[in-house]
């Protein structure tokens, strides 16, 4: 009975839900995250000489921005990612998509999507 009860935990591994383990997320969300992050950066800082109606503008971005990540977020938990795993991850993101919002990139650090593609997501 003991030597039992020492196995069956090996064998429970296997069992573990593969979609946890390979932390597979649906390509919608993806590109929610990664436009999502992308407008949050272009809109994290307004100049002070920001015009009213350039910072209207800018509220739509962040906004939808928010919406989009909000969207995400729970889709990566649900795929098996986290809490840390999906805030390295976004690190990561947000360096990687900062280079190409900031143009400061290499020529292979392109745009995942463009910004016609985000904009669509959010009714723009």
Request: proline share 6%; hydrophobic share 50%.
């Amino acid at each position: 009975m003991l030597r039992f009860l020492v196995i069956a935990p090996l064998f429970a591994v296997p069992l573990l839900p593969v979609a946890a383990l390979a932390q597979e997320v649906p390509a919608e969300a993806q590109m929610d995250m990664w436009c999502g992050t992308a407008f949050e950066l272009m809109t994290r800082d307004a100049p002070a000489d920001a015009t009213p109606e350039k910072l209207a503008s800018a509220k739509v971005y962040a906004d939808g921005g928010a919406l989009l990540l909000q969207r995400a977020l729970p889709i990566y938990l649900e795929a098996g990612y986290t809490d840390d795993a999906l805030a390295d991850y976004r690190s990561d993101l947000e360096d990687s998509i900062g280079r190409v919002v900031n143009g400061t990139g290499r020529a292979s650090d392109g745009a995942a999507y463009s910004f016609q593609d985000c904009s669509a997501l959010i009714g723009q």
